[in-house]
Antibody
Framework: QVQLQESGPGLVKPSQTLSLTCTVSGDSISRDSFYWSWMRQPAGKGLEWIGRVYTSGSVKIHPSLNSRVTISWDTSKNQFSLKLTSVTAADTAVYFC??????????????WGQGTLVTVSS | EIVLTQSPGTLSLSPGEGATLSCRASQTVDTSFLMWYHQKPGQAPRLLIYGASNRAAGIPDRFSGSGSGTDFTLTISRLEPGDCGVYHCQQDVGSSLIFGGGTKVEIK
């Protein structure tokens, strides 16, 4: 069974870069058809999709975050990563990584990391 | 961009009762693209329903999804204490992925 685990600093200063890594076990991130995604959830609010990387290596980012987000992957470490630049307090949230499983033209998230809280504060 | 609106915002029900949660899309959605998740406090969401009406592995038949077009429903029968939390609908059309605002279910 696939397992995902987020890691990275829990505190980031305003204007700096938030960097998180998702380590995958029980599956290869380069296995065909799936994708690997990042979501976030501010306290007491709903989920927001950040972006995803496909096994082809192509990346899609939420349009509102496109200028600040980089998603990459390291198949040798079976990890994928998120970088969010120029952070503000509005980026404070629990960040989740998840695997997208294909279903007739769409995808669903059956496997998630436990989430990691990132606070933006000086 | 499609918007998913969930209602009601909060449901407060007793064990054994049934719950009906709504997810309304601002544009027609392919049923294959509509998913439901359950999130307990402090936990990651858990997939309940994919393709609008298919139960995920291990999900009891007390949970059922239905709907088409712009209106989708998650029905929970015989509520149990462990059903408390927030229920999210989600749509993924490839170019974007959107979650609804969530419905909080409280068990009295």
């Amino acid at each position: 069974q696939v397992q995902l685990q987020e890691s990275g600093p829990g505190l980031v200063k305003p204007s700096q870069t938030l960097s998180l890594t998702c380590t995958v076990s029980g599956d290869s991130i380069s296995r065909d058809s799936f994708y690997w995604s990042w979501m976030r959830q501010p306290a007491g609010k709903g989920l927001e999709w950040i972006g995803r990387v496909y096994t082809s290596g192509s990346v899609k980012i939420h349009p509102s975050l496109n200028s600040r987000v980089t998603i990459s992957w390291d198949t040798s470490k079976n990890q994928f990563s998120l970088k969010l630049t120029s952070v503000t307090a509005a980026d404070t949230a629990v960040y989740f990584c998840a695997r997208g499983t294909p279903y007739t033209g769409s995808y669903y998230f059956e496997s998630w990391g436990q989430g990691t809280l990132v606070t933006v504060s000086s | 961009e499609i918007v998913l609106t969930q209602s009601p915002g909060t449901l407060s029900l007793s064990p054994g009762e049934g719950a009906t949660l709504s997810c309304r899309a601002s544009q027609t959605v392919d049923t294959s693209f509509l998913m439901w998740y359950h999130q307990k406090p402090g936990q990651a969401p858990r997939l309940l329903i994919y393709g609008a009406s298919n139960r995920a592995a291990g999900i009891p038949d007390r949970f059922s999804g239905s709907g088409s077009g712009t209106d989708f429903t998650l029905t929970i029968s015989r509520l149990e204490p462990g059903d408390c939390g927030v229920y999210h609908c989600q749509q993924d059309v490839g170019s974007s992925l959107i979650f609804g605002g969530g419905t909080k279910v409280e068990i009295k």
